[in-house]
């Protein structure tokens, strides 16, 4: 019977209806549906919300279902709650459970989305012991680890810190037990080094990830590969040269190097992940390409897809900012002799239709179409509308986006971004943001290992006795 009650909680909240809500709150206990007048006359009822507010919010939770758990905390404000945390019945339980799923079973997304809701809606509120606190204190000191949890979570409280270097960590020092009384011999948990080395090959989220080395010798084999360059080349200001590293091929930009040689020596100080290269040979993915990137350890990352998913991999599409991708099309329009007024007009109409600085890209090619095809079919009456033809109009339109968006190989991607780096358009450290497959970034791959490389360090650095004593 609750299920069929939260299912109606959760309807009501697709349906965005204040009053169906508190309805379905309320009817979650045993009492019968109330009417509006009702809400408004007895007090009473208004606890029953609250109580159901909360364990709605422990269901949310624990059935995973976070979109929402984020839109009813979103609801407190219309539903006269004042929220109080320690009122959602097992919250760190849930909490706990979400996490120990996702290292077990793969879930790891699910670890991130949780926790940036509960840091962000003040759910972590805990009362720290003074031994804790003093780690907390410690942890606050390194630029790196403080950097990486805004980056991925927001405010960095005190609460969040204790989170994940305590409450995390102590989860995880139950599941070593576990495994040691079950004899299911999970020997490379008790190894520092062997952990360390799981994030040096692996996959997620369908994207093979390989630790290459340290960058200092990936700057010295450029630095050897640029040197070797004739003075023609070098003259005529070459802007790439390919170089032989960890038993792949690299395409490297000289400006991209150059531009960021500091942040990759000093690199120790930068939380940023900077593009180094483009593997044309030997890489993870299907055709042995790859893109490598540096890190606040010191370290190359390679990351592409480890299957080949051509319409979910955004590299291999150009991607345009809202005006080059107008300024092109104007260029293009004018290519396919359509009348300049009319060209005017249709880039007008894009300008204010197109959300500023959005990524126009080919999967739009079929949205922008059809903006311009209601667009046309609107004015073709007026009389400065001088295209008889509709179809044939749009059949030119078409033609012109689909020359400027059309599918093009990674290698002439990878190039157009060291361009725009050179330029200034963009920077190195933005290319992994841009590089995806479906849903996650190599960005987001980078910033979630050296989240968990960081809890590893701090794992064996505060439980080291007790994984010891695990051993023997």
């Known amino acids: 019977m609750n299920s069929l009650k939260i299912l109606r909680i959760v309807d009501s909240l697709k349906l965005a209806d204040i009053l169906e809500i508190k309805r379905a709150l309320y009817y979650l206990s045993e009492n019968t549906p109330i009417q509006e007048s009702d809400i408004e006359l007895n007090r009473g009822i208004h606890e029953i919300l609250e109580q159901n507010y909360y364990k709605t919010l422990s269901i949310l939770l624990s059935s995973r279902q976070f979109e929402y758990f984020k839109v009813l905390l979103d609801y407190s404000v219309d539903l006269d709650i004042f929220i109080e945390v320690t009122k959602i019945p097992d919250r760190f ?151 032989e590293f960890k038993k792949r091929t690299h395409l490297v930009s000289i400006n991209n190097i150059d531009k960021n040689l500091n942040n990759f020596t000093s690199v120790k100080d930068h939380y940023n992940f900077y593009n180094l290269s483009m593997v044309l040979l030997g890489g993870l993915g299907p055709e042995g390409h790859g893109f490598t990137y540096s890190t606040p350890k010191g370290e190359i990352i390679e990351i592409c897809s480890d299957r080949k998913e051509t319409n979910a991999i955004i590299i291999k599409y150009k991607e345009f900012l809202k005006q080059q991708f107008l300024s092109k099309l104007k260029v293009e329009l004018k290519n396919k002799n359509i009348n300049a007024q009319l060209v005017k007009r249709i880039l007008k109409f894009l300008s204010e239709s197109l959300k500023p600085k ?36 749009l059949s030119k339109i078409s033609s012109a986006i689909t020359i400027i968006l059309r599918p093009i190989e990674m290698i002439d991607q990878f190039k157009c971004r060291m ?54």
């Open 93 to 243: 339980e849930h909490l706990s459970a979400i996490h120990l799923n996702g290292i077990t079973r793969g879930q790891i997304g699910d670890i991130f989305i949780v926790l940036k809701i509960f840091n962000e809606y003040g759910l972590l509120k805990n009362d720290i012991h003074l031994e804790n606190f003093k780690v907390v204190e410690e942890i606050k000191k390194d630029k790196l680890i403080i950097s990486n949890l805004q980056d991925l979570f927001g405010e960095v409280s005190d609460d969040l810190i204790y989170y994940i270097f305590e409450s995390m960590l102590r989860n995880i020092l139950e599941l070593f037990k576990a495994a040691m009384v079950t004899e299911e011999g999970f020997d490379f948990f008790y190894s520092e080094d062997q952990l360390i080395r799981f994030f040096n090959n692996y996959t997620i989220y369908g994207l093979s990830v390989e630790n290459l080395g340290k960058i200092e010798d990936f700057i010295k084999v450029f630095q050897k590969g640029y040197s070797e360059l004739d003075d023609n080349e070098k003259n005529n200001n070459k802007k790439f040269v390919e170089i």
């Open 419 to 472: 361009n725009l780096i050179e330029e200034g358009n963009i920077k190195s450290e933005d290319i992994a943001k841009l590089t995806s497959l479906k849903e996650k970034s190599h960005y987001d791959v980078l910033r979630e290992r050296f989240f968990f490389q960081n809890q590893i360090k701090w794992l064996f650095k505060i439980y080291s006795k007790e994984i010891a004593n695990f051993q023997k």
């Open 358 to 393: 959005e990524l126009i890209n080919y999967f739009k090619t079929k949205a922008i179409l059809k903006q311009i095809s209601e667009f046309l079919i609107e004015i073709q009456n007026l009389p400065d509308f001088q295209e008889k033809e509709l179809q044939k109009l």
